[in-house]
């Protein structure tokens, strides 16, 4: 199958040969640990599938650069090509875009998590861009035996200064192929560019709004089977038996089959029902007698979990960071302040649900479909099948949401399972239902936040505890929390004495990543401690966090640039209130600040103002429309939704009772994106973790009523 999103290695390698020459840039990992390189290969058909590039010019002079990040929705399509297309002088509007083959030792980590994609890859792309421009220059000074110096590139097109003659990328592209390119290219300052820092209109979107682009559950393949699969629905419930035989009698449906998939360590057993169609997948699975043994797993509930949590907080716990001497602190302290805070297990959710094709072959597989993770599922898949790397190919589409969800190589291990038993490519499509019962979630947590004040309202001393699972450590003898559960707390506070420490929980509940992970829970917990912190201080929350970060220039310019934008520290209306929080999130930093108001009797939130400072920004518009998706998303983890366990089950099972924020719900969103010349960080995820606490601290300023527990019902208050 290919697809829009996809080049095959060999289709790759016939279009290097049939238009003239080409110059290829490639970016590749040597070793584990050392450097990028850069490399020059001419596109012979001796290179074979190790023939792959970043960037294509044919003699025509059509140019093709390559995105090596999966696309999610986040723009990396659009904005890694940007980067070369910058000091390759070329027009971003005229060039050609297409993904690149999942290659790690061609494209390295093509894993999109973290909001990492554009900070691990920006010196890269850049050196890419500027070594082809270099080679290209080269070129057209020896066909006019002048000197490199004497010639400079724009728009495609190399030029000679004192004759101003010009030559075509195209026209160069031959004898530029032959020229080794440098590994340190001299790069563009800055102040010169002419892509990074603009919106120019992304190439990806056109087929997204008329249906031409290609989703993973868009893909089909000849003969394959659709698989539709029972799960215990409580968690690590072991299959005892299964009656098929009115499964089997749904027409169309082919094969009952028992298989597995691995969740951080967990083996999780389900039943598949093989069809000619989902349709009749479905109809099969819904007659499907299965036996489970759920153990004394049934006992465990929302209440339960949170009592044991509510124990587990008296234990000293791992010290990730420690400073001062907080015993002295407190002991001595004019003021002391403690609360709690709790968060629930949040589900993912994307608009396209699971989904993976899997073809296992006796010498050879392929996969079809989205994810985060191309690589993963490459060498997940080779170990599971027992096949080299080489003879996997991973043919990876757009992604409808991911949010961390398809960063996990659990989906194709089910689809690779069920095509090995059943000899055919077998499509596995979770339903709503399987999607938001079946996990793995955020974890859900308990912060307990102590502290202490002077005379004079001064922050002397500050312990914060988080009380959860780890994802990195949910099976095996462990009992100590890593320091990956305290993401989100702000050491950047100038604190005398301060002590951030984990409890770890382990449960059958399976946890991973979630966008912004601990962020979004522990910053719900900090800032809105640090504005009860101020309130008992008697000074204006937002400046009693610059009071504080009085030597972090980032921060103050965020928190200055929303006050203003706010209107802060104007009079307020009656029956109106705003709140503010802020993190550090992927390198970037954020400021929110929310204003909520009564409007016939009912809170409003009336609008969402987002201060982001991630560096160099490759495209303002990609960074305000990730952070206006995280502002809908953290409305609603705040007062819209989260799960609830009951008899060893999730209760919410679709849209119904597990609600999104609706469009006419959307407060007005505004974001700022600050300019400046730091190293590029991170931007779709920043936006998400202070949202809550800028809400729940908004809405304390209008009633005095403090939500320490989220989600809480807007209408109740």
Same mark, same amino acid.
């Given at each position: 199958?290919?697809?829009?999103?996809?080049?095959?290695?060999?289709?790759?390698?016939?279009?290097?040969?049939?238009?003239?020459?080409?110059?290829?840039?490639?970016?590749?990992?040597?070793?584990?640990?050392?450097?990028?390189?850069?490399?020059?290969?001419?596109?012979?058909?001796?290179?074979?599938?190790?023939?792959?590039?970043?960037?294509?010019?044919?003699?025509?002079?059509?140019?093709?650069?390559?995105?090596?990040?999966?696309?999610?929705?986040?723009?990396?399509?659009? /904005?890694?090509?940007?980067?070369?297309?910058? +000091? $390759?002088?070329? &027009?971003?509007? *005229? #060039?050609?875009?297409? !993904?690149? %083959?999942?290659?790690?030792?061609?494209?390295?980590?093509?894993?999109?998590?973290?909001?990492?994609?554009?900070?691990?890859?920006?010196?890269?792309?850049?050196?890419?861009?500027?070594?082809?421009?270099?080679?290209?220059?080269?070129?057209?000074?020896?066909?006019?035996?002048?000197?490199?110096?004497?010639?400079?590139?724009?728009?495609?097109?190399?030029?000679?200064?004192? /004759?101003?003659?010009?030559?075509?990328?195209? +026209? $160069?592209?031959? &004898?530029?192929? *032959? #020229?080794?390119?440098? !590994?340190? %290219?001299?790069?563009?300052?800055?102040?010169?560019?002419?892509?990074?820092?603009?919106?120019?209109?992304?190439?990806?979107?056109?087929?997204?709004?008329?249906?031409?682009?290609?989703?993973?559950?868009?893909?089909?393949?000849?003969?394959?089977?659709?698989?539709?699969?029972?799960?215990?629905?409580?968690?690590?419930?072991?299959?005892?038996?299964?009656?098929?035989?009115? /499964?089997?009698?749904?027409?169309?449906?082919?094969?009952?089959?028992?298989?597995?998939?691995?969740?951080?360590?967990?083996?999780?057993?389900?039943?598949?029902?093989?069809?000619?169609?989902?349709?009749?997948?479905?109809?099969?699975?819904?007659?499907?007698?299965?036996?489970?043994?759920?153990?004394?797993?049934?006992?465990?509930?929302?209440?339960?979990?949170?009592?044991?949590?509510?124990?587990?907080?008296?234990?000293?716990?791992?010290?990730?960071?420690?400073?001062?001497?907080?015993?002295?602190?407190?002991?001595?302290?004019?003021?002391?302040?403690?609360?709690?805070?709790?968060?629930?297990?949040?589900?993912?959710?994307?608009?396209?649900?699971?989904?993976?094709?899997?073809?296992?072959?006796?010498?050879?597989?392929?996969?079809?479909?989205?994810?985060?993770?191309?690589?993963?599922?490459?060498?997940?898949?080779?170990?599971?099948?027992?096949?080299?790397?080489?003879?996997?190919?991973?043919?990876?589409?757009?992604?409808?949401?991911?949010?961390?969800?398809?960063?996990?190589?659990?989906?194709?291990?089910?689809?690779?399972?069920?095509?090995?038993?059943?000899?055919?490519?077998?499509?596995?499509?979770?339903?709503?239902?399987?999607?938001?019962?079946?996990?793995?979630?955020?974890?859900?947590?308990?912060?307990?936040?102590?502290?202490?004040?002077?005379?004079?309202?001064?922050?002397?001393?500050?312990?914060?505890?988080?009380?959860?699972?780890?994802?990195?450590?949910?099976?095996?003898?462990?009992?100590?929390?890593?320091?990956?559960?305290?993401?989100?707390?702000?050491?950047?506070?100038?604190?005398?004495?301060?002590?951030?420490?984990?409890?770890?929980?382990?449960?059958?509940?399976?946890?991973?990543?979630?966008?912004?992970?601990?962020?979004?829970?522990?910053?719900?917990?900090?800032?809105?401690?640090?504005?009860?912190?101020?309130?008992?201080?008697?000074?204006?929350?937002?400046?009693?966090?610059?009071?504080?970060?009085?030597?972090?220039?980032?921060?103050?310019?965020?928190?200055?640039?929303?006050?203003?934008?706010?209107?802060?520290?104007?009079?307020?209306?009656?029956?109106?209130?705003?709140?503010?929080?802020?993190?550090?999130?992927?390198?970037?930093?954020?400021?929110?600040?929310?204003?909520?108001?009564?409007?016939?009797?009912?809170?409003?939130?009336?609008?969402?103002?987002?201060?982001?400072?991630?560096?160099?920004?490759?495209?303002?518009?990609?960074?305000?429309?990730?952070?206006?998706?995280?502002?809908?998303?953290?409305?609603?983890?705040?007062?819209?939704?989260?799960?609830?366990?009951?008899?060893?089950?999730?209760?919410?099972?679709?849209?119904?009772?597990?609600?999104?924020?609706?469009?006419?719900?959307?407060?007005?969103?505004?974001?700022?994106?600050?300019?400046?010349?730091?190293?590029?960080?991170?931007?779709?995820?920043?936006?998400?973790?202070?949202?809550?606490?800028?809400?729940?601290?908004?809405?304390?300023?209008?009633?005095?009523?403090?939500?320490?527990?989220?989600?809480?019902?807007?209408?109740?208050?």
């Amino acid at each position: 199958m290919k697809t829009s999103q996809k080049l095959q290695r060999r289709e790759f390698i016939r279009l290097t040969t049939m238009s003239g020459a080409a110059v290829f840039i490639v970016g590749y990992f040597n070793e584990k640990g050392k450097s990028p390189q850069i490399a020059n290969f001419s596109g012979d058909d001796s290179l074979g599938a190790k023939m792959n590039a970043y960037i294509f010019i044919d003699s025509s002079g059509r140019i093709t650069i390559y995105n090596n990040r999966p696309e999610m929705g986040q723009g990396t399509f659009e /904005s890694i090509p940007m980067i070369i297309a910058e +000091e $390759l002088e070329v &027009d971003i509007d *005229k #060039i050609n875009i297409m !993904q690149s %083959p999942a290659i790690r030792k061609i494209y390295g980590d093509q894993m999109v998590v973290g909001s990492r994609s554009i900070s691990e890859n920006f010196d890269l792309m850049r050196k890419i861009g500027a070594s082809a421009k270099e080679i290209l220059i080269t070129a057209a000074a020896n066909r006019w035996k002048v000197k490199t110096d004497d010639c400079y590139s724009q728009n495609a097109v190399v030029i000679h200064r004192a /004759s101003g003659k010009k030559l075509t990328y195209g +026209e $160069l592209a031959e &004898d530029a192929s *032959k #020229i080794s390119p440098s !590994q340190n %290219p001299e790069l563009k300052d800055p102040k010169d560019f002419k892509i990074i820092g603009t919106s120019p209109a992304r190439k990806d979107i056109p087929s997204k709004i008329n249906g031409q682009a290609v989703f993973g559950l868009d893909c089909k393949v000849n003969g394959m089977l659709y698989a539709s699969i029972e799960r215990s629905p409580v968690f690590l419930g072991k299959l005892i038996s299964f009656d098929d035989t009115k /499964s089997k009698a749904v027409k169309g449906v082919r094969h009952v089959i028992k298989t597995q998939r691995h969740v951080w360590g967990h083996l999780r057993e389900g039943v598949a029902v093989l069809a000619d169609t989902y349709w009749a997948a479905v109809q099969g699975r819904k007659v499907l007698e299965v036996k489970w043994d759920n153990g004394d797993l049934e006992s465990w509930s929302t209440k339960s979990i949170k009592e044991d949590y509510r124990k587990a907080a008296s234990q000293d716990g791992a010290i990730f960071t420690e400073r001062g001497n907080l015993k002295n602190a407190f002991n001595t302290a004019a003021i002391q302040i403690e609360a709690s805070y709790e968060t629930p297990y949040q589900t993912h959710a994307p608009m396209e649900p699971m989904n993976a094709i899997v073809y296992a072959k006796k010498n050879s597989v392929e996969f079809w479909g989205s994810t985060q993770n191309p690589n993963g599922f490459l060498s997940s898949l080779a170990k599971q099948c027992g096949v080299a790397e080489e003879d996997v190919i991973i043919h990876y589409t757009y992604m409808g949401g991911a949010f961390g969800r398809r960063s996990l190589t659990d989906v194709p291990e089910e689809a690779a399972d069920l095509s090995m038993k059943s000899g055919a490519p077998v499509k596995v499509v979770w339903s709503r239902e399987d999607d938001l019962t079946q996990g793995p979630f955020r974890a859900c947590s308990l912060n307990i936040c102590k502290g202490c004040l002077d005379n004079n309202g001064n922050l002397i001393a500050l312990e914060h505890k988080v009380i959860c699972q780890e994802i990195n450590n949910q099976t095996g003898d462990s009992k100590t929390a890593g320091d990956a559960i305290a993401g989100g707390i702000n050491t950047e506070y100038a604190i005398p004495n301060l002590a951030i420490k984990g409890v770890l929980r382990k449960f059958y509940i399976p946890i991973s990543y979630w966008r912004s992970v601990y962020h979004s829970t522990n910053c719900f917990a900090h800032e809105s401690f640090m504005d009860e912190l101020a309130v008992n201080a008697k000074k204006d929350p937002l400046d009693f966090r610059l009071s504080l970060l009085k030597d972090h220039a980032r921060y103050t310019a965020i928190l200055n640039t929303v006050a203003e934008k706010t209107g802060w520290h104007n009079p307020r209306k009656s029956n109106s209130g705003m709140g503010v929080a802020i993190v550090q999130r992927s390198g970037a930093f954020t400021a929110a600040v929310a204003e909520v108001a009564r409007i016939n009797g009912k809170v409003k939130v009336v609008k969402i103002t987002v201060a982001i400072d991630s560096g160099i920004v490759i495209s303002p518009d990609n960074i305000i429309a990730q952070t206006e998706g995280c502002v809908v998303m953290g409305l609603t983890a705040a007062y819209k939704s989260g799960l609830t366990i009951e008899n060893g089950k999730v209760v919410e099972q679709n849209f119904h009772n597990y609600e999104m924020l609706r469009i006419n719900e959307c407060p007005e969103i505004e974001v700022i994106v600050m300019r400046n010349n730091y190293e590029p960080e991170g931007g779709g995820e920043p936006g998400l973790p202070p949202v809550a606490p800028a809400l729940t601290n908004a809405i304390f300023n209008m009633t005095g009523k403090r939500i320490r527990e989220l989600p809480f019902n807007l209408n109740m208050i």
